[in-house]
């Protein structure tokens, strides 16, 4: 299945929270978004920004993308308010367990399709 808009902001878009660096949030937030079924999504980032904020980024600095040689990512001009989930290594599924981290980035995203929207989430830095 082709990367959506739609899978995106279920999985990176988070708004209406701030930054949230309460140790609890990953845990929670990962199984509540979809990423702890099947297996446990190893890192995940979310962005607590508008969703006007980061659709923007599309027609921000393009470059080359770091996961993959495809071009169509783009790299946020301004730093952006994030979380950051990444598994532990004792974490056993089912019991997915992560470390939460927050922090102000900037973010490079891959746009596709038409409207040219956001789809994946290549990095920060
Ligand atoms: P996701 O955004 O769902 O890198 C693997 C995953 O880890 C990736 O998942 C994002 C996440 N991650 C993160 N924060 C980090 C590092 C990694 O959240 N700091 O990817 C969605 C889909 O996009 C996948 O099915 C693959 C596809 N995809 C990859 N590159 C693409 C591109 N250039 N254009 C369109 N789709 C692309």
């Known amino acids: 299945r082709k990367p959506s808009a739609e899978e995106f902001k279920r999985q990176h878009m988070d708004p209406d929270s701030p930054p949230n660096s309460r140790p609890t949030y990953c845990n929670r937030m990962m199984r509540r978004q979809g990423m702890t ?3 446990c999504k190893r890192v995940n980032t979310f962005v607590h920004e508008s969703w006007a904020t ?6 921000q600095r393009q470059m080359t993308c770091k996961t993959t040689r495809r071009n ?3 790299k946020s001009s301004s730093t952006l308010h994030i979380t950051e989930c990444r ?3 004792s974490s056993k599924y089912p019991n997915c367990d992560y470390t939460t981290t927050d922090s102000q980035k900037h973010i490079i995203i891959a746009c596709d399709g038409n409207p040219y929207v956001p789809v994946h989430f290549d990095a920060s830095e």
């Open 37 to 39: 079924k099947g297996s």
């Open 54 to 59: 980061v659709k923007a980024i599309c027609s």
């Open 72 to 74: 169509n990512c783009h």
């Open 87 to 89: 598994l532990k290594g």
